[in-house]
């Protein structure tokens, strides 16, 4: 009996011993996933164009005793400049009438109406080669009133692949060089995004109408096309 209960005893010793070492057994189990680094850098690119077109506004203001005939006068005038961009070839679908106004003129001291003022403005956009002939033509059949030129590309479709081409580049070698300086590997692209065109507008101060001669010249000059994009890439 005494023997049974030493055996026992040493096999309860052991069951414990065993629970014991599966409790303080480490888990084994699949390899931690190691912290991702991500690099995010901004790339810009431009590319050179040279401007196609060119806008202007083209405006007449008129003076007159009363509101009617004020603006029957500027209506008058107007029409007659629109008809002279259409005979000099621009499309109506070009011409944008973008002001219509009436206001009363007083007297110095701001108590009686002395006359009214109309005053009318067409936008036109034309290819750069005809926009001399076209302030000429406005001029000539009564504006008083010119603004412009506003130069730009017509199809900046191309020019902006070129400049998001260089900014993806532009891109990938700053990223290289964090990574290099950090001691990483740069790896793939990880979210990539188009922060829109950015199109560096030439624009002009306003003309003098009664400056203005045959053959008014226009310079394209150049234009620069740019496109700016933020990426981001693994590293490791």
């Not at 034309?126 to 009133?145: R, Y």
Request: a negative charge.
């Amino acid at each position: 009996m005494t023997r049974f209960r030493y055996v026992l005893l040493i096999s309860g010793v052991l069951l414990v011993a065993a629970a014991i070492a599966g409790v303080a057994q480490p888990h084994v189990g699949g390899a931690a996933t190691p912290a991702t680094t991500t690099i995010t850098v901004t790339g810009n690119g431009t590319v050179d164009a040279t401007p196609d077109q060119a806008s202007f506004d083209f405006g007449v203001q008129v003076n007159a005793a009363t509101a009617s005939e004020a603006l029957a006068n500027d209506a008058q005038q107007a029409n007659a400049i629109i008809a002279a961009l259409k005979n000099a070839g621009i499309d109506s679908s070009k011409i944008q009438t973008t002001q219509v106004s009436l206001w009363p003129q007083t007297s110095n001291d701001g108590t009686q109406i002395t006359g009214y003022q109309a005053s009318n403005s067409v936008d036109v956009t034309a290819p750069i080669e005809k926009s001399g002939d076209l302030v000429d033509a406005a001029v000539g059949a009564g504006a008083n009133n010119v603004d412009g030129p506003n130069l730009a590309v017509a199809d900046q479709s191309s020019y902006y692949a070129e400049a998001l081409k260089k900014a993806v580049t532009d891109a990938q070698t700053k990223a290289q060089a964090i990574a290099a300086a950090a001691g990483l590997t740069l790896g793939g692209i990880v979210h990539i995004s188009d922060q829109g065109a950015q199109p560096t507008p030439i624009m002009y101060g306003a003309l003098d109408a009664t400056a203005a001669k045959p053959a008014t010249p226009i310079e394209a000059g150049s234009q620069q096309i740019q496109a700016t994009v933020t990426v981001s890439y693994s590293a490791s």
